[in-house]
């Protein structure tokens, strides 16, 4: 008889945004002339950049001529993609990145959930807490935890809190761990991590043979000068570092799926029998098994994305999401509650009122104002009492909820 990956049964909770899909599905059903509002999930509103729309819209006529169609592209990324990545994106900060490095897939979040494929099974695991929960969820997928306790945190895993008290930073563990997941800008915080940080664990990671799981997917968005974007800024981060980036966020494709992965050809870990083993060409070997790459059209959307018509159209969208971001920080400041992030990140992080539950804080923003959000508990254990509002919406809408919220709650 077939049996199941009984790792799936560990994860007794549904999902945290389908939950809340479902929750607000409930809510429209039973009030169907409702208008909600939703700065939940990260999922931009805006369109497509021009330029990314026009070179999209001339790959598809390239595809209906026998001259210029494309069939199977490299699993790994059109060359002319990954070039103009290294160049731009890091290189041009001081990154040591060779374009052969970089792998152009469909999403940063099944990167983060895939690159566990090439690791084994004995790792000692930390993930912040709040954390995203797929770094969590994936790992249990994979058999690498226990079971949970009733906090939800998994036996197996190393949680290191980040709370208003640490400046929500994450801090370094006193015991040895093997795989760190780190993401800055958080999410859902929206905190950064100054170079002093990165380096102190960059600094752990190589004195202790550690492998840094870097999500910088939110880059784009920092705005201060003195806080690195990517983690191989740091001298030392290519010997003990994978980073993960995407282009969900920065240029809208969160619908039309393209991100990257740096895998340095020079980072290392152990085999059973104690060699050193090139994890690129684990990588290379799994995307090469398991992938067949990222669509032509798709690539040559993101190319345009480094055109200068392109980088001019995706500042102004970055930049109207931190508008978005900076009215909902000073909107809700001024109703008294506590807000945190939202200054070099699109996520602004609540302190729930009146000691609610970040749950019971959902559900009351659902019924009584018909705005949605994140409950920080869904985050993990030290997410309780804070709640995660996004500022991927219309202007109209994030005003416009911003006006339900603070009638409501105004001190």
């Known amino acids: 008889m077939a049996t199941i990956n009984d790792n799936y049964l560990k994860l007794k909770a549904g999902y945290l945004f389908p939950e809340i899909a479902r929750r607000v599905n409930a809510f429209a059903q039973a009030n169907p002339d409702a208008k909600i509002i939703k700065l939940g999930i990260g999922d931009v ?23 210029t169609f494309q069939g199977y592209g490299p699993e790994q990324g059109y060359a002319w993609l990954r070039e103009k990545i290294a160049a731009q ?7 040591e990145v060779d374009a052969s490095e970089i792998f152009i897939s469909d999403g940063s979040k099944c990167d983060t959930g895939n690159i566990l494929d090439i690791f084994g099974n004995d790792n000692i695991i930390a993930v912040t807490d709040p954390v995203y929960p797929v770094y969590v969820d994936t790992n249990v997928m994979a058999g690498n935890t226990g079971a949970a306790n009733d906090k939800g945190e998994f036996e197996g895993l190393v949680y290191l809190p980040i709370t208003a008290e640490n400046n929500f930073t994450a801090e370094i563990p006193s015991q040895k761990v093997d795989l760190i997941y780190l993401c800055f800008p958080n999410n859902p915080t929206g905190a950064v991590a100054t170079k002093e940080h990165l380096k102190a664990w960059v600094d752990y990671a190589r004195a202790n043979g550690s492998i840094i799981f870097f999500d910088a997917a939110y880059e784009a968005y920092i705005t201060d000068p003195e806080i690195p974007h990517s983690i191989y800024e740091i001298e030392g981060a290519r010997e003990c570092a994978i ?3 995407s282009f969900s966020k920065n240029a809208g494709f969160t619908g039309t799926r393209c ?8 980072l290392t870990a152990k085999a059973a029998d104690g060699s050193d083993v090139e994890l690129w060409k684990l990588w290379n070997r799994r995307q090469s098994t398991k992938f067949n790459g990222v669509s032509y059209i798709v690539q040559r959307g993101a190319e ?12 102004e969208l970055v930049n109207f999401y931190l508008e978005n971001a900076k009215i909902i920080c000073k909107k809700l400041t001024d109703a008294g509650l506590g807000v945190f992030g939202g200054e070099n990140a699109p996520y602004v992080w609540v302190k729930t009122p009146h000691a609610l539950s970040s749950w019971d804080f959902f559900d009351k923003l659902l019924h009584t104002c018909n705005v949605v959000g994140t409950p920080g508990s869904g985050f993990g254990a030290a997410g309780e009492g804070y709640f995660r509002i996004s500022a991927f919406n219309s202007r109209e809408n994030v005003e416009e909820a911003m006006k ?6 105004r001190s």
């Open 45 to 67: 509103t805006e369109p497509l950049p021009e330029a990314c729309r026009t070179a999209m819209i001339k790959a598809v006529e390239e595809m209906g001529d026998r001259a």
């Open 89 to 95: 994106d890091f290189q041009a900060r001081g990154c």
């Open 243 to 245: 980073e993960f980036r």
């Open 259 to 266: 991100a990257l992965t740096v895998v340095p050809k020079n």
């Open 304 to 315: 345009a994305v480094y055109s200068e018509e392109g980088k001019a159209q995706i500042k």
């Open 404 to 409: 339900r919220i603070t009638d409501r709650f």
